[in-house]
């Protein structure tokens, strides 16, 4: 069988024993995984979080600019929830990319580029804006004032 024969090319690679590389290609839980970031319980008021002009709703994974939908990827809107988590703080690059990529190995250019789509869209730098800072050797920091609200669907 086809993906037998590449299983067994990937195992001569596996160098973490706890890591089942069967799962990770495959990654089967990845969809659940998704959703369940997401999900709130019944009841519950879900959050946006405001910055600049922009708001996150967290919930339907969408990011606005007023009313208007932003295009985002959704790695980099991944990376952009990973920094509002924990906005005001250093978040090493390797921390943005185990919360982007989970167990998946990828290399840190990819980082790179969705961080680069991410200031795009948010006009990072441009017109007296400023969202994300690089802390050279360290990693990124979310900078811009954050404001956290319920709203209603």
Not at 65 to 83: F, N, T
Not at 112 to 127: C, E, I, N, P
């Amino acid at each position: 069988m086809r993906s037998t024969a590449a299983f067994e090319r990937l195992e001569q690679f596996h160098l973490e024993p706890e890591l089942d590389v069967r799962r990770v290609v495959q990654r089967p839980d990845a969809a659940r995984r998704f959703f369940e970031k997401r999900t709130e319980p019944a009841g519950a008021t879900p959050t946006e979080v405001s910055f600049g002009p922009f708001r996150l709703l967290r919930t339907q994974f969408l990011l606005l600019e007023g009313d208007k939908p932003v295009p985002l990827g959704s790695r980099a809107l991944e990376i952009l929830i990973a920094l509002l988590e924990r906005h005001g703080e250093v978040v090493s690059k390797h921390d943005l990319m185990a919360c982007v990529w989970p167990a998946v190995f990828v290399e840190p250019a990819n980082l790179t580029v969705h961080m680069s789509a991410l200031r795009r869209a948010l006009r990072d730098g441009q017109g007296g804006n400023r969202f994300i800072v690089n802390i050279p050797g360290r990693g990124y920091r979310f900078v811009a004032s954050v404001a956290m609200s319920a709203y209603e669907n």
